[in-house]
T-cell receptor
Framework: DGGITQSPKYLFRKEGQNVTLSCEQN?????MYWYRQDPGQGLRLIYY???????QKGDIAEGYSVSREKKESFPLTVTSAQKNPTAFYLC???????????FGPGTRLTVT | KNEVEQSPQNLTAQEGEFITINCSYS?????LHWLQQHPGGGIVSLFM???GKKKHGRLIATINIQEKHSSLHITASHPRDSAVYIC?????????????FGKGTHLIIQP
């Protein structure tokens, strides 16, 4: 089955630690995205990548980093510089820019 | 900056009712998306449209480009339709900068 996987579903970390969220897709999509969702707010774009070895900052990139070494993988690192990291993180992919986006199941990160 | 406004924020209805959720946006777009998010958090794309109307089962989405407005309709609503419905827009030009999202409409269908 083709799709997007994110792991883990729930993640707990202590403040001051970096944590990496996994996102893998087997849809052969070129574009991948990371979004953050907070209660009462719309999803917000953190980073996106149109092709391998290239990525761009979204609206709220501060305190986050990404890599795109393989077409199918787009991991997100939440660094200790992110002031309020507790949130629900969603990864998405699309065949190309402006095409329909397919979403993963999300990772709920709690930092205490 | 484009704003995406959805109404209502919350909607509770009885099974079988006809449901309408509205979405307005403020700038020109290349496409509008309707998404469904269930309590577990996963998001499913329902429609992507740039003009006219699309239908899938009991769901209908319409868009009026001139008025910068879209509606999502659910006919013969069922408790399994209970979810958060999210409107999002793609803005043309300048690279793949993702979607701009509304805050969502929380729909509850009571049996």
């Amino acid at each position: 089955d083709g799709g997007i996987t994110q792991s883990p579903k729930y993640l707990f970390r202590k403040e001051g630690q970096n944590v990496t969220l996994s996102c893998e897709q087997n849809l052969n999509h070129d574009a991948m995205y990371w979004y953050r969702q907070d209660p009462g707010q719309g999803l917000r774009l953190i980073y996106y990548s149109q092709i391998v070895n290239d990525f761009q900052k979204g609206d709220i990139a501060e305190g986050y980093s990404v890599s795109r070494e393989k077409k199918e993988s787009f991991p997100l690192t939440v660094t200790s510089a992110q002031k309020n990291p507790t949130a629900f993180y969603l990864c998405a992919s699309s065949a190309a820019a402006y095409y329909e986006q397919y979403f993963g199941p999300g990772t709920r990160l709690t930092v205490t | 900056k484009n704003e995406v406004e959805q109404s209502p924020q919350n909607l509770t209805a009885q099974e079988g009712e006809f449901i309408t959720i509205n979405c307005s946006y403020s700038v020109g777009i290349s496409a509008l998306h309707w998404l469904q998010q269930h309590p577990g958090g996963g998001i499913v794309s329902l429609f992507m449209l740039s003009s006219g109307k699309k239908k899938h089962g009991r769901l209908i989405a319409t868009i009026n480009i001139q008025e910068k407005h879209s509606s999502l309709h659910i006919t013969a609503s069922h408790p399994r339709d209970s979810a958060v419905y999210i409107c999002a827009v793609s803005i043309p030009g300048g690279g793949a900068d993702g979607l701009t999202f509304g805050k969502g409409t929380h729909l509850i269908i009571q049996p």
